[in-house]
T-cell receptor, first 114, second 113 residues
Framework: NAGVTQTPKFRVLKTGQSMTLLCAQD?????MYWYRQDPGMGLRLIHY???????AKGEVPDGYNVSRLKKQNFLLGLESAAPSQTSVYFC?????????????FGPGTRLTVT | KQEVTQIPAALSVPEGENLVLNCSFT??????LQWFRQDPGKGLTSLLL?????REQTSGRLNASLDKSSGRSTLYIAASQPGDSATYLC????????????FGQGTTLQVKP
């Protein structure tokens, strides 16, 4: 069991470039989440998904898009990167079966936008 | 709007000491509270999850308590070890059916040998 994996681990972008971050989980979890972590701001929810084909906005969704075409994958896209999107991005997943939603996190992607 | 606060932001203790980390939240209508550990440059590892109907959870040297009415949770670490050095985060789930978490900013713990 790999748990939650994220690709890539590091990335440097120039302002205006686009990229996609991939999150994959092998625990058959229904729910998946994207967070960003910034010094002094803690972790904040960007978007989340409660099942294949569904997505919803979190606390800080502007500048990001997501897709959940397959249950095991959750993609986070930046269409036109800005320096304010320099951050560490974490993906998480949880099971909905017991209504407990214990979240399991990936190792993170460190993104720098210059 | 739910807000989660962790005090202190940083803590340094000698090895062997028992210690308590604090977490407070402004809205008592939560479904569960989760404590995480984060090592530098790493992801978050779930330590304990307390459901709203529970008062405490234990795992090894860790004990987490929850008092919904006062909006507080504590993480007790017994007989601290240098390997416990990390940042500890608490997060509350106040949603009805989405599991969305609101995080505190964490307490960075250093246990000195």
């Amino acid at each position: 069991n790999a748990g939650v994996t994220q690709t890539p681990k590091f990335r440097v972008l120039k302002t205006g470039q686009s990229m996609t971050l991939l999150c994959a989980q092998d625990m058959n979890h229904e729910y998946m989440y994207w967070y960003r972590q910034d010094p002094g701001m803690g972790l904040r929810l960007i978007h989340y998904s409660v099942g294949e084909g569904t997505t919803a906005k979190g606390e800080v969704p502007d500048g990001y898009n997501v897709s959940r075409l397959k249950k095991q994958n959750f993609l986070l896209g930046l269409e036109s990167a800005a320096p304010s999107q320099t951050s560490v991005y974490f993906c998480a997943s949880s099971s909905s079966g017991t209504r407990i939603y214990e979240q399991y996190f990936g190792p993170g992607t460190r993104l720098t936008v210059t | 709007k739910q807000e989660v606060t962790q005090i202190p932001a940083a803590l340094s203790v000698p090895e062997g000491e028992n210690l308590v980390l604090n977490c407070s939240f402004t809205d008592s209508a939560i479904y569960n509270l989760q404590w995480f550990r984060q090592d530098p440059g790493k992801g978050l590892t779930s330590l304990l999850l307390i459901q709203s109907s529970q008062r405490e959870q234990t795992s090894g040297r860790l004990n987490a308590s929850l008092d919904k009415s006062s909006g507080r949770s504590t993480l007790y670490i017994a007989a601290s070890q240098p390997g416990d050095s990390a940042t500890y985060l608490c997060a509350v789930d106040g949603s009805s059916n989405t599991g969305k978490l609101i995080f505190g900013q964490g307490t960075t713990l250093q246990v000195k040998p």
